[in-house]
């Protein structure tokens, strides 16, 4: 099976709201196929997966846009942004 961590890396490109939809797309299968009971899963996508998805669209869009680097770990999610040179 694969882990979360493996797709963390492989958003390039510009429209930082559909880079936050692939992360969820991406940790979601994983989450649904992990074994997890479903109250655990809903868990999993409000309290961790659901914050880096929004600072994605939000806070990390600005950051990125003004030269800035963003990183945002919820739980065992770490995703991090960085301006392009």
Do not use: Y
Request: glycine share 10%; net charge negative.
């Amino acid at each position: 099976m694969e882990s979360a961590d493996e797709h963390m890396d492989e958003w390039t490109g510009d429209n930082f709201d559909e880079a936050a939809t692939v992360l969820n797309a991406k940790v979601g299968a994983i989450v649904s196929m992990s074994g997890m009971n479903p109250d655990a899963q809903a868990r999993f996508r409000r309290e961790f997966l659901a914050p880096v998805q929004d600072g994605i669209a939000g806070t990390g869009r600005t950051a990125v846009e003004t030269g800035q680097d963003w990183d945002k770990a919820a739980g065992p999610l770490l995703v991090v942004l960085t301006p392009a040179a």
